[in-house]
């Protein structure tokens, strides 16, 4: 990357209204077959345009052709019985019904492949392209065939690998894996978590991150936050072990949450993707408070190493508000790009 501090989004952006049904988790879609299909390239395009007019510098297909994060690409493998439904905890936080793992995992197409290369033909800025990570898979389903949540995630972690090679030969510049798991289950990630996620980007030539977050602004998500205390030091757990890693961005959640900023020097020489933007609000920020976050963080993480970003997905905000979130993102990164210019 050219430019000094590039800008991006952890992921989702809200569906228009005549693809999805806006604000809502999980929305069913509102056309079928050969209009879907255009809808979603559509959709695609209209986000690729709001990212680019807020100045985004890493765009991505702001998750336009995905349901949901985990699920959609789950639901392209073989061996999950999406009818055989069991109700489990998810993330320990709330529960929900998910689908049966019945045999063994594989992937026999590509899920997102053609849809990268379709984004790939709409612009010449990076792209990167969000998978779900292994840990967060197997949490988002019942498993009644390996009875080891450590060997389903070594097998997703091989159908990962195998997308993110194609993935990467379509011309995404960076693949990131989201983890939100790795804020819960911190023995896990420190026994195989981190070891899994090394395993999806075995080989790759691109840039690889990790997405680790409190979550989306759902109600499950604020009420569990609530329950957190004062200081959020759960990035304390895996960020030893992420140092360590291949991964080279780590992209975590900073404004308005409770996670003390020093915790950042832990994960010192990688990339750092500095969630400036507060995805469990409507209230928008001002470009002031955005280059507030990103100064804070300067005194962790060079300039060179740091992506300013969001905290999370935006996909469950009204449309207009994540526009201009953007927008402040946008902007707040280059009040801090010609402070640091000037210095
Ligand atoms: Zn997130």
């Avoid at 209009?35 to 985004?56: M, V």
């Amino acid at each position: 990357m050219n430019t000094i501090l590039p800008t991006s989004t952890a992921g989702s952006l809200p569906k228009p209204s005549w693809l999805a049904q806006p604000e809502k988790l999980w929305s069913p879609w509102r056309l079928q077959g050969a209009e879907l299909t255009e809808g979603k390239q559509d959709a695609l395009r209209l986000s690729l345009l709001d990212q680019q007019r807020a100045g985004i510098d890493i765009v991505s297909d702001g998750e336009q052709t995905r349901q949901h994060f985990v699920t959609t690409f789950i639901e392209h493998l073989d061996g999950v019985d999406f009818k055989k439904r069991e109700t489990v905890r998810i993330r320990n936080r709330y529960e929900a019904s998910v689908p049966t793992v019945v045999g063994a995992v594989s992937r026999s197409r590509p899920v997102f492949v053609e849809d990268a290369q379709f984004l790939r033909q709409q612009t010449t800025q990076p792209i990167k392209w969000a998978l779900p990570g292994p840990m967060t898979m197997i949490d988002t389903l019942y498993d009644s065939h390996y009875s080891s949540r450590e060997r389903l995630a070594w097998e997703f972690a091989c159908i990962l690998n195998e997308e993110a090679r194609e993935l990467e030969a379509a011309g995404v510049d960076i693949i990131q894996f989201d983890e939100p798991a790795f804020n819960v289950f911190f023995d896990e990630v420190n026994d195989w978590g981190v070891a899994t996620l090394e395993r999806a980007v075995e080989g790759l030539k691109c840039e690889t991150a990790v997405h680790i977050c409190y979550g989306y602004g759902i109600k499950a998500n604020t009420e569990w936050k609530s329950t957190l205390g004062s200081e959020w030091r759960q990035y304390e757990e895996s960020f030893p072990k992420l140092q360590k890693s291949s991964l080279d961005l780590i992209s975590l959640e900073c404004h308005n949450s409770r996670v003390p900023m020093d915790l950042i020097e832990l994960i010192r020489g990688k990339k750092v993707m500095v969630g400036a933007i507060d995805v469990a609000t409507n209230v928008v920020e001002t470009p002031e408070e955005v280059a507030e976050t990103l100064r804070k963080a300067l005194r962790f993480v060079d300039a060179d190493k740091l992506y300013p970003c969001t905290n999370c997905g935006m996909a469950p905000l009204p449309r207009g508000v994540a526009t201009a979130k953007l927008q402040a993102l946008g902007a707040g990164a280059e009040i801090v790009r010609r402070e640091l210019t000037l210095s």
